[in-house]
DNA sequence: GCCGTTTTCGGCCCGACTGTTTTCAGTCG
């Protein structure tokens, strides 16, 4: 960040808490200041060095000293006494379109928000609407004033994009003049970030049809207009294209707009070596007779591959297995049998045993592992030993009332910096499920992080290893690990790897996934969930397993509870 | 905390809008 950024941040945060504490005026001379500085041409280092920053306007002296002490020492002792009461990133909250700093110090109090990540994740949990004083449309303009801040950054989470896509096609279908309406892109090929949604469509009244779309009730700007293409912008700042093709023309188009683009372009070199013609109309001939087109599994039928779900579109070698029939058969969300990582208010999660139980049943899962994290994480209520063992005799009890569905006993233990874990052997034995997570440590050399992932996956109680990689998309970036090490140690230890299902995690990703799978590794998703709306995160883990190229038999998750061990010693 | 002078202290923007609540609080411009 330039120091500028800095600088200004540092103020314009110091004017926000200010203005919590109800001094007058301070606040809006920081702010003043804040501004100055923030448009400056000129790098503020230039200014302290000779001393001119003090003429600034709104600089006084006191603020002089102070933007003096950030650029010199990278921080502000004020700045940090102040932050003390409120440690949230109130700069950044503040920036969503909705989000002032009473309603921050609001949502940290309630919900303990610090940051955006935290804003996201309360908003998608329809927890914001919960709080006194706020509602369903303050929730709705915080997740639009999301959306607006990730698509400055270029993509969107999937588990935005998604429900998006969801709402605009149900809205447009309604409206009578779309035949066909498909999304197609990035979104259909299911990964983890996006970019612009892409809808195909086919529409008798094409002009109708894009009337309809341009005119949808959040569009805000409407960037073409035609019978073929439209694109507009909506509220959120999300670019929407849609394209109206002819009947003949939609297979081939879902499978053109689709991509990627490797994809297609190796797809379109294997048509020229048959001497034939592939683009977004149709599979050709040398006579230029269309062999496919109207379907999209005619066009890789003609080409005399196997279809190639959206998912394994990324030219990684996806061709030529189609070629000899080798493409795995991918596992599916009616797979899934049961959530292998599950909170519940017991440590941090906002649901009770009962609740999440309920909840699992309407998404069709037969069992749910309880994991609640252990004691090191005893200032969110972490177990400590006493509080795990009353919760095995709760989830005993409970499992007495169920009928066809079981509730297996967990914890998610924290993976200490040695790779030891913080929970007694003799408790971990006794559970059904044993996840172990980096939660802290994050930035060890990459041959000690490997040292401690081996050594947690040699440990004969841990079933699997919570989101490995601990990344938190456009946030946290990834520990660094030997993984080919670690996999190796996963294979022979039967240690499972995590797909984490949370939107912001996806964690282990597909690449993971899929060098998982040829070290022979199995895998195994978790929800995470911490509300009981978190357990529709589960297609998202499903996706990133099949862009992993996963089939049924690499996850855990697909196993009936009897026969869930694979844990050998 | 800054600024402009009434030259060393008093003044510093506030109304529209939204959402939630029921008379107001918070955000935005």
Request: glycine share 8%; charged share 30%.
């Amino acid at each position: 960040m330039m120091m500028n950024d800095l600088v200004a941040r540092i103020l314009f945060e110091i004017a926000d808490l200010l203005g919590l504490e109800g001094v007058a005026f301070k606040p809006q001379a920081y702010r003043r200041a804040a501004e100055t500085i923030e448009s400056l041409s000129e790098p503020i280092e230039e200014l302290v060095a000779d001393g001119r920053h003090a003429n600034l306007p709104g600089v006084g002296e006191a603020i002089a000293k102070k933007i003096a002490e950030i650029v010199e020492t990278g921080h502000l002792k004020y700045h940090d006494k102040l932050k003390a009461n409120l440690p949230i990133d109130l700069f950044a909250l503040t920036q969503v379109d909705g989000v002032g700093p009473k309603t921050a110090k609001l949502l940290y109090n309630e919900l303990g928000v610090c940051n955006l990540s935290d804003l996201e994740r309360v908003a998608l949990a329809g927890e914001i609407r919960n709080v006194k004083g706020l509602g369903a449309k303050t929730e709705a303009k915080i997740l639009r004033g999301l959306t607006e801040i990730r698509s400055a950054e270029g993509r969107m989470l999937l588990g935005r994009a998604q429900p998006l896509a969801q709402d605009l096609i149900e809205r447009l279908r309604a409206s009578g003049f779309f035949e066909r309406l498909e999304v197609a892109g990035s979104l259909r090929r299911g990964r983890e970030t996006i970019g612009d949604l892409d809808l195909l469509a086919i529409a008798e009244d094409a002009a109708a049809a894009a009337e309809a779309f341009v005119g949808l009730s959040d569009v805000e700007e409407v960037l073409a207009h035609g019978e073929k293409k439209s694109s507009v912008r909506v509220s959120g700042g999300v670019q929407i294209d849609l394209r109206i093709v002819p009947t003949d023309s939609f297979g081939a188009a879902l499978q053109y707009f689709t991509g990627s683009k490797d994809h297609n372009v190796s797809l379109r070199k294997w048509a020229v070596a048959r001497d034939w013609k592939l683009n977004e109309y149709g599979l050709f001939d040398s006579n230029g007779k269309q062999l496919a087109g109207p379907e999209e599994a005619e066009v890789y039928e003609c080409l005399g591959l196997q279809f190639i779900p959206p998912e394994l579109r990324e030219d990684r070698g996806e061709i030529e297995a189609a070629e000899k029939g080798r493409l795995p058969i991918l596992v599916e969300v009616a797979d899934i049998r049961g959530d292998l990582h599950v909170h519940t208010d017991w440590s941090d999660g906002r649901g009770s045993l009962e609740e999440m139980v309920a909840a699992a049943r309407t998404q069709e899962l037969q069992y749910i592992a309880i994991t609640d994290h252990a004691k090191f994480a005893e200032v969110i209520g972490g177990l400590t030993s006493d509080k795990l063992r009353r919760q095995l005799d709760a989830i005993a009890a409970l499992n007495e009332t169920l009928d066809g569905f079981r509730v297996l006993t967990g914890i998610e233990a924290n993976i200490q910096s040695d790779g030891s874990l913080d929970m007694p052997d003799e408790l971990l034995a006794k559970l059904d499920v044993v996840v172990a997570s980096v939660h802290a440590h994050f930035r060890q050399s990459k041959a000690d992080m490997t040292a401690r992932l081996i050594r947690v996956c040699e440990n004969e109680h841990v079933d699997i290893v919570g989101h490995p990689t601990t990344r938190k998309i456009g946030e946290r970036t990834p520990i660094e690990a030997d993984w080919d090490a670690v996999f190796e140690a996963t294979a022979k230890h039967h240690t499972a790897m995590e797909i984490n299902a949370n939107p912001i995690r996806l964690d282990v990703n597909a690449d993971l996934v899929r060098r998982a799978i040829d070290a022979g590794v199995k895998l195994a998703i978790g929800t995470d969930a911490h509300v009981p709306e978190h357990f529709s995160f589960m297609p998202l883990a499903v996706l990133t397993a099949r862009r992993g190229w996963a089939t049924k038999a690499d996850l855990l998750n697909t196993r009936p509870p009897s026969k869930l061990q694979y844990k050998t010693t």
